[in-house]
């Protein structure tokens, strides 16, 4: 049995780099797997959040997947709050989890910044709430960028670590699946940058809510080399806002970069601007267009996520139970 399990942090605004990186991917995978699509709301504090904001981006990665193309009735869409047991089997797991482990997770050096002192204890455990999350589920692949590769490790060390304990096998090793179409997205201001939602110049990042004009005019200031395209793939490799570039486009068409490149070769980035706007106008219209829809109808949306709160709950649970009774609780 095969299943998957992935989730976004409802902080910020979703991008082109969570679409053509994340799930467009995820949307592939709905067919041959049972999926499971989180909301990590929980994941989310371990940094502050406005309250209000919180509650509207959990609505709009929910409206996100769905204008995506994920199914809500084939696939679980939830937020994690709304599971007891994520948290709960997190508590369950840190007790075998060794400091020394987390302390060589580098999201959390640099999430914690300088002022190590001051930052907080669910930063530092956030690997463990993520390992929770998939093995409450017992998933066995985990669709994820190369940011949370480490975490995923993580998972598979502390599943290894509850099965040696109690000398049982109980939770599979999760596996990352790795796409090979999947594009790094790179911002559009410094192409040797992560297209992000936390960078401070929105211009830097197409969020899947920008209208066509605003998409046109963040493509168009973005930032180029001063030679024309160059007409080898190889020539990529020393100029970064080409490669990115070219990377994004042929994403959105479903071309292979050596096509890409290959259409564009000598070519003014004017004029292979223009190309790019349209072809990305083409494909987030439809979603932003759907997008919007739902979040008019925020009814509509939550119906999803109690939907899929109760079939995750139940699925957690029992596993949740298995741990308990494991681990040695009492149930009175
Ligand atoms: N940490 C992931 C990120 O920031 C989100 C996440 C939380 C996740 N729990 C997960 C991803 C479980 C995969 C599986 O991108």
């Keep these: 049995m095969n299943r998957i399990f992935s989730g976004i942090q409802p902080t910020g605004n979703l991008h082109l780099g ?36 919180l509650r509207k981006a959990t609505r709009e990665v929910t409206a996100a997947y769905i204008a995506c193309g994920i199914d809500p009735d084939a696939c679980t869409i939830f937020n994690q709050s709304t599971v007891s047991a994520h948290a709960e089997l997190a508590w369950v797991l840190g007790t075998m989890t060794p400091l020394g482990w987390l302390n060589r997770m580098t999201q959390f050096k640099d999430k914690a910044g300088k002022n190590r002192e001051n930052a907080g204890l669910g930063l530092y455990a956030y690997p463990v709430l ?9 998933a066995t692949h985990v669709p994820v960028g190369e940011d949370q590769k480490q975490h995923l490790e993580l998972a598979r060390d502390i599943a290894g670590a509850f099965n040696s304990r109690y000398g049982i096998e109980f939770f599979p090793q999760p596996e990352p699946q790795i796409f090979g179409a999947a594009t790094r997205v ?24 920008d209208t066509p004009d605003l998409i046109a005019q963040k493509i168009k200031r973005a930032k180029t080399d001063p030679l024309p ?9 020393t100029r970064p806002e080409a490669d990115n570039l070219l990377g994004i486009y042929a994403a959105l068409t479903d071309k292979s970069l050596e096509a890409v490149v290959q259409e564009f070769a000598g070519a003014q980035y004017s004029v292979f601007k223009g190309a790019l706007s349209d072809v990305a106008v083409a494909v987030l219209s439809p979603i932003t267009a759907e997008m919007n829809r739902m979040m008019a109808d925020p009814a509509s949306i ?31």
């Design 186 to 209: 790179m911002s559009l201001r410094d192409g040797t940058k992560k297209m992000s939602k936390s960078e401070e110049s929105d211009n830097s990042r197409i969020n899947l809510t």
């Design 18 to 53: 969570n679409y053509l990186g994340a799930i467009r991917n995820w949307v592939k995978l709905q067919k041959d797997y049972e999926c499971i699509f989180c909301i990590v709301d929980l994941h989310a504090i371990t940094l502050p959040q406005d309250p209000v904001e």
């Design 302 to 332: 939550d119906a999803v996520l109690r939907r899929g709160a109760e079939r995750a709950g139940d699925m957690a649970a029992t596993h949740l139970r298995q741990v308990y009774d494991i681990v040695g609780f009492l149930r009175p």
């Design 130 to 138: 993520m390992a929770a999350d998939i093995l409450a589920y017992k």
């Design 229 to 237: 395209l160059p007409a080898t793939v190889e020539e990529l490799a």
